[in-house]
């Protein structure tokens, strides 16, 4: 299975190309096609051609109607993978859209315009893709049939992709010269890209290695659910989120820091009818288990199950990168609802540290976050959570901001680090200060140490 996403500006070809790739791989009935084919003749931009893009149209109404996160997913498959392809709007206001499709992604197809090269939007959702943590990056250079498939101008724009991938840190990148309109290096290499020597997309799609470097990750369990059908048994049941677990590990609950064995696991998938009780010594992510306990502890839906050995930090102060999706700016202080994993928990920003640029890379000082607004905040929890930064773990190291009174879903974000609340020098690591907040501390504890101030 490989999860992809297409970005680009508007009328870049993402949907013809999307289209072609449902054709050529014969994802199409005919029906569909001997309608895209009259409609072609009637609203289609492309002369005699089929217009490709009518065949995902079904996408564009489903946008028109302004559903609120806004991604439309697609499946297809060859022989050898089955693909999920989140279709984003390529307009500039849609980040928040982009940032859903991307969430779950592991390669992300960035189409830019040869004859236009490089734009603001191609920065833009190159940065979103980083910042999301997907690994793989292929830039489809596409309309080379506008420009003579000119391997000069495919040269040119993958340099400048280069220069602005190593100000990023992307590391695995794929170059392709396409026309999604005609199908050139889309599934079938093209006779008019000699000079090009790598695979057509799909081909790049249908073997590229996603699979993520083994690590020894560790244990998180977030616990979805307790089930108590009677006294006799008590079990938590959820999705493993890192690493794996077994029979005898002395496991912590957090947040409360109880400690307990596992007595048993049940896997749902064990379990047949003359075996009901069908245990397994071991699990590890992503299965959903059951996990019962040898001792009596206290454990609740929100609580994550962790290995006493390898604890994650416990706070409720937290750096996280936000990204803010509401019309309505975020406001410092007021509260929100905090929903991360299988937790709900209150909270609020107490500062923003700096916003983004998309654009530029520049970080810049501001009060408020609007629509789109990606920034790094400081965000304080009224309990403690058990903490895994992103980078870790993508699981159990993001969350969504929900707005209490209308229940909308108004942010997303990713936990930088963790601090302890009760330490001043953790809590300085989190904040950011700027250089007119610096001096003033630094002039007021030179000038009135009487009033006892903390350095900054
Ligand atoms: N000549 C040429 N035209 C293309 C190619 N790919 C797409 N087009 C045309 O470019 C226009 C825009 O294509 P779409 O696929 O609708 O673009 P899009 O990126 O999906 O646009 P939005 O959905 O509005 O974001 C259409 O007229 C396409 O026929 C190509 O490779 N060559």
Redesign the pocket.
């Known amino acids: 299975m490989l999860r992809f996403l297409t970005c680009?500006?508007?009328?870049?070809?993402?949907?013809?190309?999307i289209?072609r790739m449902l054709y050529d791989s014969k994802m199409i009935f005919d029906d569909q096609l001997a309608a895209a084919e009259s409609e072609s003749n009637k609203y289609g931009?492309?002369g005699e051609k089929i217009?490709?893009?009518l065949l995902v149209d079904g996408l564009?109404s489903e946008r028109e109607q302004g559903i609120t996160i806004d991604v439309a997913y697609r499946f297809f498959a060859t022989e050898s993978r089955k693909f999920i392809i989140a279709d984003t709007?390529?307009?500039e206001q849609y980040t928040r859209n982009m940032v859903t499709g991307a969430s779950t992604a592991d390669v992300a197809i960035i189409?830019i315009d040869a004859r236009k090269g490089i734009l603001t939007q191609t920065r833009r959702h190159s940065f979103i893709v980083n910042l999301l943590g997907i690994e793989h990056v292929i830039v489809a250079i596409?309309?080379?049939?506008?420009v003579d498939f000119s391997q000069e101008v495919y040269e040119k724009i993958k340099a400048d992709y280069n220069a602005l991938a190593d100000e990023l840190g992307i590391k695995n990148r794929y170059f392709i010269p396409?026309?999604?309109?005609?199908g050139d290096n889309v599934v079938n290499k093209s006779q008019h890209t000699p000079w090009y020597e790598e695979k057509p997309l799909l081909e790049l799609l249908d073997t590229m290695d996603i699979s993520k470097e083994i690590k020894e990750e560790d244990f998180r369990f977030p616990v979805q659910y307790v089930n108590r059908p009677n006294l006799n048994f008590r079990g938590f049941c959820g999705t493993i989120a890192a690493g794996s677990v077994a029979v005898g590990d002395d496991i912590t609950v957090l947040p409360s820091g109880k400690t307990t064995k596992v007595k048993s696991i049940i896997n749902a998938g064990d379990i047949t009818e003359t075996d009901r009780e069908a245990t397994c010594k071991e699990a590890y992510a992503p299965m959903a288990v059951t996990i019962t306990t040898t001792d009596e502890v206290d454990i609740s839906r929100g609580d994550m199950l962790v290995h006493t050995a390898s604890l994650p930090r416990v706070s409720n102060a937290l750096k996280v990168m936000l990204v803010w999706m509401d019309e309505k700016p975020m406001q410092i202080g007021k509260n929100y609802d905090i929903k991360r994993a299988t937790s709900v928990v209150n909270g609020s920003f107490e500062h923003i540290n700096y916003k983004i640029d998309v654009n530029t890379y520049k970080r810049e000082q501001l009060k408020e976050l609007g629509l789109n607004d990606i920034a790094s905040c400081k965000m304080v929890l009224t309990r403690p959570i058990a903490a895994d930064p992103y980078a870790s773990n993508r699981l159990t190291g993001s969350f969504i901001v929900v707005d209490r009174m209308t229940n909308n879903t108004v942010g997303a974000g990713m936990i930088v680090d963790v601090a302890a609340r009760e330490s001043d020098k953790a809590e300085n690591a989190i904040k950011e200060y700027t250089a007119a907040e610096k001096a003033l501390n630094r002039y007021i504890r030179e000038n009135f140490p009487e009033w006892g101030c903390r350095g900054v």
């Open positions: 680009g500006s508007v009328d870049d070809g993402k949907s013809t190309l289209g931009t492309t217009d490709m893009a564009q709007p390529g307009h189409l596409n309309k080379m049939d506008l396409l026309s999604a309109l005609d």
